[in-house]
């Protein structure tokens, strides 16, 4: 069983940074991938970035590729997404997620478990 609390969203103006926070607990953390996913009004959930607990592989999307960092702290049992020169488009409800770590780029439906979203709302 595992348990994520995301934080740290809120409201920027485009061209801004923001970072927002996802806390673990459960056993066995390492043997989870970590994912950060989207979803904006009317819109289906997407994929954003991902990481793994046991070493620093990182994955993202195009649309945020060069703009957003995915990291984690181990000793915090938390990981993070870095974002920067947010656009209006980025405006959304963030989720994180955890999977058992396959050793290779998961997809949605793979994520067992879920924190509750937070909201990052880019202004233009």
């Known amino acids: 069983q595992v348990q994520l609390v995301e934080s740290g969203g809120g409201l920027v103006q485009a061209g801004a940074s923001l970072r927002v926070s996802c806390a673990a607990s459960g056993r066995t953390l390492s043997r989870y991938a970590m994912g950060w996913f989207r979803q904006a009004p009317g819109k289906e959930r997407e994929f954003v970035a991902s990481?793994?607990?046991?070493?620093?592989?990182?994955y993202y999307a195009d649309s945020v590729k060069g703009r957003f960092t995915i990291s984690r702290d181990i000793a915090q049992n938390t990981v993070y997404l870095q974002m920067n020169s947010l656009k209006p488009d980025d405006t959304a409800v963030y989720y994180c997620?955890?999977?058992?770590?396959?050793?290779?780029?998961?997809?949605?439906?793979?994520?067992?478990?879920w924190g509750q979203g937070t909201q990052v709302t880019v202004s233009s």
């Open positions: 997620a955890a999977a058992f770590d396959q050793g290779r780029i998961l997809g949605l439906k793979e994520y067992r478990y």
């Open positions: 990481t793994r607990w046991s070493s620093s592989s990182t």
